[in-house]
């Protein structure tokens, strides 16, 4: 395939989970609680995204191609869109834009605090991911910046473990796949450094 | 004190024809044609037939007139973990619960003079069923209305004659893993345990459900028999019951054990205590966009307030 398509089509993949949902809703394909259905989706999705995000550098590794980085902003803006999302329906569907309400509602339950605190963590990486925003901080800050995301990952994976009742399965298995990813990039920057070293 | 001597050849008390019965006689001829005629036709057809109506249900002053959640949401949202812990996995798994190859019993034991063993039928036979619409508040912050067929649990318990050390009302779930795929999995304790105090237990309001929307129980809410409880959170109905026990002690009930300081025995609907979970302020109706404010005791409060007068409501949750 020519590369000037695989953009796009990378694009249009990443937007297949919001048009399945927005489709679902629209044919009332979301069960009884549709709501809390696209919550807990647009959710998932934005944890998704982070972890394949997390994805990309390992990618660059295993294959010793650096193709993968073209996808890498996009993939993270599309975790934060999906994020965005999520972030919009408990604001507006849970809470009903109730200032009052939203506060006292992050003080009190510690899965929401949780989920806060990933969104402003969030929040930085995606206003800082412009090409002018690179060079306006240099490659260097944007980089150490950027680790905010591993961060990020971290805490969208306690937000959804928290968030369980008794079942952890599935959250067990998002925190595994981040362990792997982290653990990666650990054993990928000793390696290099002790090649560098002799 | 008279003391009925059972001689071999006595037909047992379950095995009377009741008047009824024996009047409904050409119903029942007329009901085997049809099922007959159903034997022949599509094979989803006979399933359907399971679900026979109850008709000529009385109505009680305890319903609400509020408007009913949809038979569809109902019966496809479910929280049943013996079945998986996904809402939708109980009407995927458990739409043909319980076998009817595997006779459905019900003991009822413990500190009371009178216990026993009962099949099903011969269980719910003494009583007359009921239609009570209730409001439905699950402690994960939704609600439904939901109209219940059953009698008054009172009335079970009168008969069993609880002695004067009976403090509590123990009740259990199945266990069977064949049946329900959800208990090879130890998500809870199994089998789930509920409890009530015996004045709860006692209360008009607290029912045995043995249909709902006139029809007989579905699998995924409790079939065949399940305890309903209007004014806690859901989770204290317990489904499904096998066992009912008369008990001293508190019982321990499985939410309880799986995580103490999330939920209490009572668990009575209170707006004032949260969840660390969940906002209990408020509740989203299933099919409502709204939320709107939860009710103390999830109204029903003129009721039931009086037996917590003097209780510390935040710490007895």
Partial sequence: MRLEYSKPLVFSLALLPFCWLVYGLLTDQLGANPIETL????????????????????????TGMNHWLRFRRMLGLFAFFYACLHMLL?????????????????????FITVGFINFLLLLPLALTSSNAMIKRLGGRRWRQLHRLSYLAAATACLHFLM???????????????????????????????SASAS | MWIKKRHPWDLPESEVTDHKTYLNRRKFIEGAIGVAALSVMPFGKINAARGEDFDGLSSSEFSTDERLTSFESITTYNNFYEFGTDKSAPSALAADFPDPAKPWQITVDGECDNPGVFDYQEFIQPYTLEERIYRLRCVEGWSMVIPWVGFQLSEVLKKAQPNSRAKFVEFTTLYDPEQMPGQRRRVLQWPYKEGLRIDEAM????????????????????????????????FKS???IVRIRFTEKMPLTAWVESAPHEYGFYSNVNPEVNHPRWSQRRERRIGELLKRETLMFNGYGDHVAEMYSGMDLRKYF
């Fill in chain 1, 39 to 62: 919550t807990r989706e647009t959710g998932l999705w934005a944890l998704r995204f982070l972890l394949i995000t997390l994805c990309i550098s390992p990618l660059c590794w295993l």
């Fill in chain 1, 163 to 193: 968030l369980v009742k008794a079942d952890t399965r599935q959250p067990i298995i998002y925190i595994a796949l981040l362990a792997v990813l982290l653990v990666w990039r650990l054993i990928h920057h000793r390696r290099r450094q």
């Fill in chain 2, 203 to 234: 209360h008009p309001l607290t029912i045995l459900a043995v249909g709902l929307y006139g029809k007989m129980m579905p699998g995924q809410n409790g079939a065949p028999i399940r305890l309903v409880v209007p004014w806690k959170y859901g």
């Fill in chain 1, 90 to 110: 408990y604001l507006g569907l849970d809470q009903f834009f109730d200032v009052a309400e939203i506060i006292r509602d992050i003080k009190e339950r510690p």
């Fill in chain 2, 238 to 240: 317990i489904k499904s």
